[in-house]
T-cell receptor, first 115, second 115 residues
Framework: AQKVTQAQTEISVVEKEDVTLDCVYE???????LFWYKQPPSGELVFLIR??????QNEISGRYSWNFQKSTSSFNFTITASQVVDSAVYFC????????????FGTGTSLTVIP | ETGVTQTPRHLVMGMTNKKSLKCEQH?????MYWYKQSAKKPLELMFV???????ENNSVPSRFSPECPNSSHLFLHLHTLQPEDSALYLC??????????????FGPGTRLTVL
C-alpha cells in the first residue's frame, strides 16, 4: 500500500486564489517526519518544510502554511494568494523512525497558476 | 559550487552504451542517494550510501551500478539499459545516521533517454 497519498494529480487556479494541496500518510511508527518539496520545471526538488510527529503546531511561512493533523494522518499544504511562480509539482514525503534514511514520496500534485 | 550538483543534465544513450552519472554534494553531508523519477510514479529510491557504505539496495537491476568513492561524490554507472529506464535520475544528500532524521537535499537531476 502507498505510504503517502496525494490524491490530487493536477490542480489549476487563477493567480491570487488560495489553493490547498492534500497529503495523507500511513505509518505505524510513533516517531516520523513529514516533508514537502517543490519541483519546478527545472527538475530540482526544493525543500520546503520538515515536521516531526510530535509537533502538531501549524506553520506559516509567508504565503505558505501547513496543517498537520495526526487524527486524520494528513499534512496539507496551503498557498495563499497564489502566483505564477508557484506553478510546479509538489511532493509530500514521509520518513519513519528516528534516523530513517528512506523517504517515501507521494506521486505529486502538479499545480498550474494561471495569470 | 553550492548544494548538490549533477552531471550531465541530459543524456541520450543507446541500449548497448555504457555511461556514468555523477553527483557531487558541497554540504558536508555523510549520506547520498540515487532516486529514479518516472512519469506518474512516486520517486523510487535506488541506492543509499551512508558513510560511503551502501546501506540499502532496493532490488534495482544489475544494469545500474553505484559507486561512492567518498562522502562528497556519488556515481551511477549504466550499461545495457532498456527504453523503460528512461527517466529523471535524482541525487540527494543528507546528514543521516543521527537523530533526528535530517532533510534530504536534491540535485537538479539527469534526464536520461534510452533509445
Amino acid at each position: 500500500a502507498q505510504k503517502v497519498t496525494q490524491a490530487q494529480t493536477e490542480i489549476s487556479v487563477v493567480e491570487k486564489e488560495d489553493v490547498t494541496l492534500d497529503c495523507v500518510y500511513e505509518t505505524r511508527d510513533t516517531t516520523y517526519y513529514l516533508f514537502w518539496y517543490k519541483q519546478p520545471p527545472s527538475g530540482e526538488l526544493v525543500f520546503l518544510i520538515r515536521r516531526n510527529s510530535f509537533d502538531e503546531q501549524n506553520e506559516i511561512s509567508g504565503r505558505y502554511s501547513w496543517n498537520f493533523q495526526k487524527s486524520t494522518s494528513s499534512f496539507n499544504f496551503t498557498i495563499t494568494a497564489s502566483q505564477v511562480v508557484d506553478s510546479a509539482v509538489y511532493f509530500c514525503a514521509l520518513s519513519e523512525g528516528i534516523t530513517g534514511n528512506q523517504f517515501y514520496f507521494g506521486t505529486g500534485t502538479s499545480l498550474t497558476v494561471i495569470p | 559550487e553550492t548544494g548538490v550538483t549533477q552531471t550531465p543534465r541530459h543524456l541520450v544513450m543507446g541500449m548497448t552504451n555504457k555511461k556514468s552519472l555523477k553527483c557531487e554534494q558541497h554540504l558536508g553531508h555523510n549520506a547520498m542517494y540515487w532516486y529514479k523519477q518516472s512519469a506518474k510514479k512516486p520517486l523510487e529510491l535506488m541506492f543509499v550510501y551512508s558513510l560511503e557504505e551502501r546501506v540499502e539496495n532496493n532490488s534495482v537491476p544489475s544494469r545500474f551500478s553505484p559507486e561512492c568513492p567518498n562522502s562528497s561524490h556519488l556515481f551511477l554507472h549504466l550499461h545495457t539499459l532498456q527504453p523503460e529506464d528512461s527517466a529523471l535520475y535524482l541525487c540527494a544528500s543528507s546528514q543521516a545516521g543521527r537523530a533526528p532524521t535530517d532533510t534530504q537535499y536534491f540535485g537538479p537531476g539527469t534526464r536520461l533517454t534510452v533509445l
